[in-house]
């Protein structure tokens, strides 16, 4: 079973930026893509970006294309999320996670297998 562990959030000034990581405890190529999703007080959890393991290939929601860049690290068995230009609008708590089998819909929540347990954002105003 894989685990997967985010960490790099914390608090921001908005225009600020960070860096989120997701380490995977498996071997990366049995894993078709990892995504981040976020979730804000109240609302349901949403779809931020994804990336495939073996060819890279990326995919963002509109909000947040121009701004964050999500990237793998093979070797590392670590995905991560660069954030720039964040806005109070970004805090969220922010989860990785993955699925070992091509999905139809990488922005689903069902797609998904494995879940880490969150990183806190919070974008100050």
């Known amino acids: 079973q894989v685990q997967l562990v985010e960490s790099g959030g914390g608090l921001v000034q908005a225009g600020g930026s960070l860096r989120l990581s997701c380490a995977a405890s498996?071997?990366?190529?049995?894993?078709?893509?990892v995504g981040w999703f976020r979730q804000a007080p109240g609302k349901e959890r949403e779809f931020v970006a994804a990336?495939?393991?073996?060819?890279?290939?990326?995919f963002y929601r509109d909000s947040v294309k121009g701004r964050f860049t999500i990237s793998r690290d093979n070797a590392k068995d670590t995905v991560y999320l660069q954030m720039n230009s964040l806005a109070p609008e970004d805090t969220a708590v922010y989860s990785c996670?993955?699925?070992?089998?091509?999905?139809?819909?990488?922005?689903?929540?069902?797609?998904?297998?494995?879940w880490g347990q969150g990183t806190q954002v919070t974008v100050s105003s």
């Open positions: 996670a993955t699925v070992s089998k091509i999905v139809s819909d990488y922005k689903l929540v069902d797609s998904y297998d494995y």
């Open positions: 498996e071997r990366t190529y049995r894993n078709y893509v």
């Open positions: 990336v495939t393991w073996s060819v890279g290939s990326t």
